[in-house]
Each structure stands twice: as C-alpha cells, then as structure tokens.
C-alpha cells in the first residue's frame, strides 16, 4: 500500500504512466480510508495550509521581518487590529521593535519547517543508511550500530541536540554565521532522531536479505551496495514514511525548544521557538499577542502533522484493517 | 538470576564507560581549556607552563584515566563561568530538580491513573471523550509552551500562583526544601504539572488500554459471576492488574523528567540543576555540561537496572525465562 502511495507521489516525473498510477492510488484502501476520516482530512488540510503560508511567506506578508531598514519604532507595540488601538496594516499587532506579528509568524513558519523537514532528512539518511548496513551485514558491524543505538535510545533526543549544540559552540566559537546555526541545529536533530529509522529498517532488511530475489541478485554478481539500495531498500520504505511524518512534527518541536532555549536560532532571524521566546518576556506587560499567535501557530502545526501522522500509521497497520 | 544479574551490571558499566568517554573527549577537545583560563594577553611560555600543570600534554589515555579517577572521587573540574567546583554547584542545585520531579511524578500517577480508570470505565461520556483530547494535546504541544500558557492563566491573568522561582526555601543540613513554607508549595503546582503533563497523558493512555483489555478476560467475567461489586472488581481486581506494567513506565520515565526538567526549569526559572546546564551551554561552559550529561547517564541506567530486576522480582515467570536464556 505505501508502494502505491510512493508511486503516486512519483507520478508527474513519469508521465506515461500517470493515468494508471494514479488511478490505483485512487482506488486503494489508504484513500478511502483518508476520505472517510474527517479527523485525516482536516488535519492534512491545515498542514496543506501551513506549507502553502510558509511557501508564499515572501510574497504575502506585509513587512520583511529580517530587515531592520523596514522597521519603524513609532509602529512599536501595535496591538491586533480587532483592538481599538490597532493601526493597519498590522494584522496581529507589532512588537517592541516595530516588527509586524503576522509577518514574523509567517517567516518563523517558514524557518521552523524548513530546519524540521531538513532535519527529518538528514536522521532519515542516517538512520536508514545505517540500518541497511547493520541488517544487511549483520555481524561485529550490526552489533555496534545497534548498542550505540540502545545507548543514545536511553537519552532524551532534546539533551542529544543541546550537547550536540553546545560542543559545536565550544569548538567553533564565534565563527558561526546564521546559515551555519541553522545547519547546526539541523545536524544536532539528525543525530538526535536516527534511532528509529536505523532500528526499523534494521529488521525489515534483516527478513529481506534471505528472500530469494536477494540471492538472486547475489548470483548474477551484483555487488552488495546496489543489491542494497536498489532492490532492498525499496522493500523496506513502508514504515518510514509512518516515522518520518510523527519525526516531522518531533523535529519541529525540538527546533522550537532550542531556540527557546536560546541555543537555537537568533534573534535576527526568527523562528517560531525564537519569537516565543523573546515574546514571553513581554507577557507581564500586557502585549500577550507577540507570544499568542507563534504559539498557535506553532501548536497548530504540531497538532495537525501529529494527527496526520497518528492517521498514517493506522491506516498503514494490516492489523487493525 | 546471578548470571542475569552480572550481565545487567556489566552492560550497565559499558554504557557508563561509553558515556565518560564523550564527557571527557567533550571536556578535552572542545574548546582549549588553557583559553579558558587566562586572558588573552597571557605569553605563551606561561600558556605552556600551565598546559603542563594540567597534564594536558600528557598522553590521551592518561588523561582519559587521570579524568576517570576524578569523576569517581566526584570532582568534575571547575565551572569556566563561576569559577567554582562544578560538583558544588550540582550538589546546591540537586534539591530543587529532584523536589520538582518528584512532584511531577506525582502528579502525572495520580491524575493519569484516575482519568484511565475513568476513561476506561465509562468509555462512551464526555467527559472521557474531553480526557483523551486533552491527552492528544498533551503529548503534541511542546512542553515549554505548555508552561507559558499555564504562566499567562494563572500567574498573569489570575495572580493565583508565581510565575518563576521556588519561593521561600528551607535549609535542612545539606538540603533546601520547598516543602515546608506556603509559598515554596505554591511556587511547586506550576512547574510541577508542566513537566508532569506528558507523563500524564502517557499514564492515563496506557492505564486506559490496559483496563480495556483486563477487562475482556476470564476472570473479570468469573468476579463478575460470583457477584462481586463492580466496585471490587474494578478496583480490586482489574486495576491491580493493570499496575505492573504502570510502575514499570512511571519507573522508566523518572529519567526522562528529571532530563526534560531542563526545559520546564528554563520557563519558570527554577534554580535546579537543569536551568544550570542550559546556561552551560548558552555560555559554552563544557565541565558542568560534561558533569551533567555524566549525572544523568548515572539516574538512567540505574533506573533502567532498578526496573528490570523489580520486574523479576514481581513477576515470577519472567525469572525463570530469564535464567535460562541468560
């Protein structure tokens, strides 16, 4: 089933075969499944929505928030528009800087999907890499990819990323850009989440390497790394796609602790996790919409993705069909 | 049982050994502690000089050795930011992370066993539907977001409780307790339900399953036949059952609260040994984040040891199973 869903997701590089691809795809049980579920369907529509905002951010918010030129102090601590004192064109108010809310929510949207889906690769890489090698090798190799595993299991991936963080700090110092946090934070993730991955995939290939297509694979001479990734790995994919989606919404989530932990991304270049973080400081002082809407927007789109996911993995599970 | 009992204690020293090693390469390589320590005018014959008072010149393995020793004497070298033995510094910050995870821990038994029985019972109400979409927004929503929304409730908006801080503290010898004055219990439910809410949610999901499943066997059916009370069947005999695998999960996840303590730590300000380690690694200060990760290694696998000889301890049937594959 997820092979079709894989095909159909595949289909426009493949134009011949869009018709009946597509069609399969149409008529399997995952999408009827998905049609009659409201649950399903609402939640991938806010996810939709939340991309496509995120996407168009440049093009529809009103203000670059990254651009100092474009703020103006006189516009500082606007409330929402719905308030009497609210001025336009600032939807959801402005912060102490002059920063219009929506617009920053819109960019931080955009950041925190981007390092939380770039971070869902980079474990995804790692993991599934990892575990092919482990249970298609098997032996000393399997044993120590899969003991590391067990011990990094019993940590907490939020303390992985922050020692990670931290030691990247320690021995780059001040060198680091913005561009190179983000590629840190994205790394700190990657190494955080590749256990599931590795542990999965691990015991797919390990049913796998003694099917009879592999052997024949092996006969004809070809060499272990293809055999791996061009005839086992497509056989294993299913469950990722289940752990990629519940990992999405884990990715973000830690993204957004690091920053507020104030280990994550600065604050000239916000994301969700940033701008809850320096809007919690102005909560005493009444202007609770510069911390509300990165948190429903944050909360949303967790939500939704979790939902999504939950949906996926039932719908994927032969058990409970 | 012996033979188990050594294998879990050697692997137990292997994870240790494994993660001493990454504090220690953490504490060596990264970042040059001589820098750490004098100004940036400072000749390099004295740099030198003070490399060697540190044995930093030495070979790895000593060094690796020398470190080892110091840990099990608990010393982890001096905190680059406050100029102090970091083990000072966790042991004055310990009280206040464990007080907190305690009454986290709790808070997330009592409450999550109370909703899944309730959930389980009385399946088709409301009231369990509210429960289990609390629980769904439980585990989504990030945990220092959950603390800002319970900080803008009940702190802002209602002034009922502190928002940072444990309030007036008590010093018993070694320890300072929140326990014993009003405002340090106040200044307790906040925090406390914060980092116990995914805990919670867990308990309450998993006491609900497994009530559920009870529930459908044999000698639920065979109570129900001799004309017990539902009451006593509930409680006496389903809910007992279900509390094996409970403990088991409550057990295991004590690690992890006093780990995401940093977090809820970081929100309220609670001066515990979490929002000590997030400045350690705001302000790159590699001893005590090297002494952390080491502690909580520790809590783990012990925990993790605790839990897995209690379960043979209480379940009979596991014991022999184990003692033959081991």
Redesign the interface.
């Known amino acids: 089933m997820s092979a079709r869903m894989d095909d159909a997701a595949e289909a426009p590089d493949a134009p011949r075969a869009t018709p009946s691809r597509l069609a399969r795809f149409l008529g399997s049980d995952l999408w009827l499944n998905f049609r009659r579920s409201k649950l399903a369907i609402g939640a991938f529509a806010v996810t939709l929505l939340m991309f496509g905002l995120a996407f168009a951010a440049p093009w529809i918010s009103p203000q670059n928030p990254y651009d100092p030129a474009q703020l103006e102090l006189l516009n500082s601590n606007l409330p929402p528009l719905w308030n009497p004192d609210g001025q336009s064109p600032f939807l959801l108010g402005t912060d102490d800087q002059g920063r219009d809310v929506l617009s920053a929510v819109l960019y931080g949207l955009r950041l925190s999907l981007i390092v939380g889906m770039l971070g869902v690769v980079v474990s995804g890489f790692l993991g599934i890499g990892l575990g092919l090698v482990a249970g298609y090798f098997g032996g000393a190799l399997d044993t120590v990819i899969m003991r590391v595993a067990d011990?990094q299991l019993?940590?907490?991936a939020?303390?992985i990323a922050?020692?990670v963080?931290?030691?990247a700090?320690?021995?780059f110092?001040s060198a680091l850009d913005t561009n190179a946090t983000i590629l840190l934070i994205v790394v700190s993730i990657g190494l955080s989440f590749w256990v599931q991955y590795a542990r999965t995939v691990r015991s797919s290939v390990m049913v796998e390497r003694s099917k009879d297509y592999v052997q024949a694979a092996r006969l004809i001479g070809l060499s272990s790394p293809v055999i791996m990734v061009r005839h086992v790995l497509p056989n294993v994919t299913g469950p990722v796609f289940v752990i990629a989606t519940i990992n999405l919404?884990l990715a973000i989530?830690t993204e957004?602790?690091l920053s507020?932990?104030?280990?994550g991304l600065p604050e000239t270049m916000p994301s969700l996790g940033t701008l809850?973080r320096t809007g919690?400081r102005f909560?005493?002082s009444g202007e609770?919409w510069v911390?509300a809407f990165p948190?429903i927007a944050?909360?949303g789109l967790?939500?939704a993705i979790?939902?999504l996911g939950d949906w996926l993995r039932d719908a994927l599970n032969p058990k409970l069909q | 049982m012996l033979a188990f009992l050594i294998r879990r204690l050697a692997q137990a020293a292997v994870?240790l050994a494994?993660?001493g090693l990454i504090a220690f390469a953490?504490f060596r390589?990264?970042?040059d502690p001589v820098n750490q320590i004098v100004g940036p005018d400072t000749p390099v014959s004295e740099r030198a000089e003070i490399r060697k008072s540190l044995g930093l010149d030495d070979p790895v393995l000593l060094q690796f050795g020398r470190y080892a020793g110091n840990v099990l004497r608990g010393d982890f070298g001096i905190s680059y930011q406050f100029r102090q033995p970091v083990t000072t510094l966790l042991a004055e910050r310990m009280p206040a992370t464990l007080e907190l995870a305690f009454c986290a821990t709790l808070f997330a038994l009592s409450v999550g066993i109370l909703m899944g029985v309730y959930c389980a019972l009385r399946r088709e109400t409301f009231l369990a539907k509210l429960f289990q979409a609390i629980s769904?927004?439980g585990?989504?929503?990030?945990?220092?977001?959950i603390g800002?929304?319970l900080?803008?409730l009940f702190s802002?908006t209602l002034g009922w409780l502190p928002?940072y801080g444990r309030g007036d503290t008590v010093r018993i010898g070694g320890w300072t307790t929140g326990f014993l004055t009003v405002s340090g219990l106040k200044a307790l439910i906040l925090p406390s339900i914060t980092l116990g809410l995914f805990q919670m949610t867990l308990i309450m999901r998993l006491v609900r399953a497994e009530m559920l499943e009870v529930l459908r066997t044999d000698y639920i059916r065979f109570a129900r036949a001799r004309g017990l009370t539902t009451r006593a069947i509930h409680f006496g005999h389903a809910l007992k059952n279900t509390l094996v695998p409970v403990i088991t999960i409550a057990g295991l996840q004590l690690?992890?609260v006093i780990?995401?303590s940093?977090?809820t730590e970081?929100v309220f300000q609670w001066p515990g040994m979490g929002l000590l380690?997030?400045q350690?690694?705001?302000n790159?200060d590699?001893p005590i984040?090297s002494a952390y990760?080491l502690l909580?290694?520790a809590i783990?696998?012990t925990i993790?040891l605790v839990v897995d000889l209690l379960y043979t301890v209480v379940d009979p049937r596991l014991r022999t199973s184990v003692g033959r594959t081991a």
């Open positions: 011990v019993t940590f907490p939020i303390l922050l020692v963080d931290g030691v700090k320690a021995s110092g919404a989530i957004a602790t507020f932990l104030g280990t809850i919690n909560l005493f609770w911390v948190g944050l909360a967790v939500l979790n939902l | 994870v494994v993660v953490m390589f990264a970042g769904l927004v585990v989504s929503l990030p945990t220092f977001l800002i929304l900080i803008f802002v928002s690690g992890s780990a995401f940093i977090i970081t380690f997030v350690a690694v705001q790159v590699i984040m990760l909580v290694a783990f696998v993790n």
